[in-house]
């Protein structure tokens, strides 16, 4: 049976090319992961905050090399695309160096309608430094404006106030709430919604990154990786 409406996103439209290398403000690169990332992925996976928002570890660098390449794949299957944060540095712009401070993906690609979720999470010494903020913020405006993606969800615990400033000041409006949609391992969450449209005016620029100038703007990060 024949759509009536065409996809958002037609076959390809992702694949065709090679996952983009993304810059964003105060010396942030986004690139696509690599096996090399394995070790880092290990040690941040150790922090408390990071394993009660995303609800796993990573036991062994051979696990993280495991995501890796699944992460990998799923942008040639056009399900995902995964990110690494990194600092910018002369090997990183084309290769894959850099310290990693942190990860954002568009999870959940719907082409029909041009849907994804976004989520990310931020290295323990890198919070309080805007990288959330700023990561979020250039793939969303790659993926509503070059990619074509029509609209964008982010969703995290209501419990996690700082993920709800990072929407915030990533221009993603709050819509509502789902009750208890996720469960965590003290039990079941509400969870916050927010979401941005291509439509959606984009969020003014803030100044140069700073230490903390806005206290909790750099959350860790929430969503169940897939």
């Known amino acids: 049976m024949p759509h009536l409406v065409a996809p958002v996103l037609t076959p390809g439209r992702l694949s065709g090319s090679p996952q983009p290398r993304l810059r964003a403000d105060g010396g942030l690169l986004l690139r696509p992961w690599s096996p090399g990332d394995a070790p880092a992925l290990v040690e941040i996976f150790r922090d408390p905050a990071i394993q009660r928002w995303h609800l796993r570890r990573a036991d062994s660098e051979e696990e993280a090399r495991r995501w890796i390449t699944e992460w990998r794949r799923a942008w040639r299957a056009e399900r995902s695309a995964h990110w690494a944060v990194v600092t910018d540095t002369p090997a990183a712009p084309t290769g894959d160096g850099g310290t990693v401070v942190g990860r954002v993906a568009l999870q959940g690609v719907i082409p029909m309608g041009g849907q994804a979720e976004i989520a990310y999470w931020t290295a323990p010494d890198?919070?309080?430094?805007?990288?959330?903020?700023?990561?979020?913020?250039?793939?969303?405006?790659?993926?509503?404006?070059?990619a074509g993606f029509h609209r964008l969800e982010l969703g995290h615990s209501t419990a996690n106030p700082a993920s709800c400033r990072v929407a915030a000041a990533a221009g993603y409006l709050l819509e509502g709430v789902r009750r208890r949609a996720l469960l965590h391992t003290d039990g079941w969450h509400d969870m916050h919604l927010h979401a941005r449209t291509a439509e959606d005016p984009p969020p003014g620029r803030a100044g140069p990154p700073g230490r903390a100038r806005t206290s909790g703007l750099n959350a860790p990060g929430e969503s169940r990786d897939r």
């Open 126 to 146: 890198a919070r309080g430094t805007g990288v959330a903020r700023r990561a979020v913020r250039e793939v969303t405006a790659w993926a509503l404006g070059e």
